[in-house]
């Protein structure tokens, strides 16, 4: 199992899904269920994650998600906070939830 990509919301994981499945490719969702927290935990964003069981399956994969991805005209960047590569469909980092803006004081 591999971790191909980590999507900004469920839709965007589901479609991801969808088109390597359709690709013959075995992929699969997770933390689909856990956005939101639930009861009394501390809420906590979880992202939904598109994984690749199949190592065989990885190059093909990575060529679909590039596609994928140049769907939209947002590029990945790299938190200026603690230095965590993000999606480019994120507005905060997955990590430490700093802007994509953040500049150190
Ligand atoms: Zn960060």
């Keep these: 199992m591999k971790k191909l990509y980590i999507a900004s919301d469920i839709i965007e994981a589901r479609l991801l899904d ?19 927290g639930i009861g009394e935990l501390p809420y906590v964003e979880i992202w939904p994650e598109v994984w690749i069981n199949n190592s065989n399956d990885w190059e093909a994969a990575q060529e679909v ?3 994928f991805t140049e769907i ?7 938190c200026p906070k603690c230095q965590e ?8 980092c997955w990590s430490c939830n700093a802007s994509i803006y953040f500049t150190a004081e």
């Design 72 to 78: 939209g005209p947002k590029e990945d960047w790299v």
């Design 65 to 67: 998600l590039i596609e």
């Design 85 to 92: 590569s993000n999606p480019g469909s994120f507005q905060t």
């Design 18 to 36: 969808t088109i390597l499945k359709s690709q013959g490719l075995s992929s699969v969702v997770r933390n689909e269920n856990l956005q939101g």
